[in-house]
Nanobody, 128 residues
Framework: QVQLVESGGGLVQAGGSLRLSCAAS????????VGWFRQAPGKEREFVAA????????DYADSVKGRFTISRDNAKSTVYLQMNSLKPEDTAIYFC?????????????????????WGQGTQVTVSS
């Protein structure tokens, strides 16, 4: 059974930092890309960042480029999202998702429908 568990969310002041973690289980012999998405109240879920299985390919939404960094430790089956210079508009529930498609060793996708497995989410609140 595949499980993705996010952690690291919380309340932080504008300009502060948080590091989110996404721990995967049930994917031991599978290569997968991981994406982070977020959903703010009253808004649709949106892409934030993604990383390929190899780690050689990453992608970011324009709104977070230069502030967020995605990385992974395959030995720990964990993907991280380092979020710096946080803004109130970053407030949302953050979800991680896994894509086990055939091209995930080197490539990533911004499209939520590409991802088969999802975590429950972790709340990030940035106060002004």
């Amino acid at each position: 059974q595949v499980q993705l568990v996010e952690s690291g969310g919380g309340l932080v002041q504008a300009g502060g930092s948080l590091r989110l973690s996404c721990a995967a289980s049930g994917l031991t012999f599978t290569k997968y890309a991981v994406g982070w998405f977020r959903q703010a109240p009253g808004k649709e879920r949106e892409f934030v960042a993604a990383i390929s299985w190899s780690g050689s390919s990453t992608d970011y939404a324009d709104s977070v480029k230069g502030r967020f960094t995605i990385s992974r430790d395959n030995a720990k089956s964990t993907v991280y999202l380092q979020m710096n210079s946080l803004k109130p508009e970053d407030t949302a529930i953050y979800f991680c998702a896994a894509d086990t498609g055939p091209f995930t060793y080197y490539s990533v996708s911004e499209h939520s429908l590409t991802y088969e497995y999802w975590g429950q989410g972790t709340q990030v609140t940035v106060s002004s």
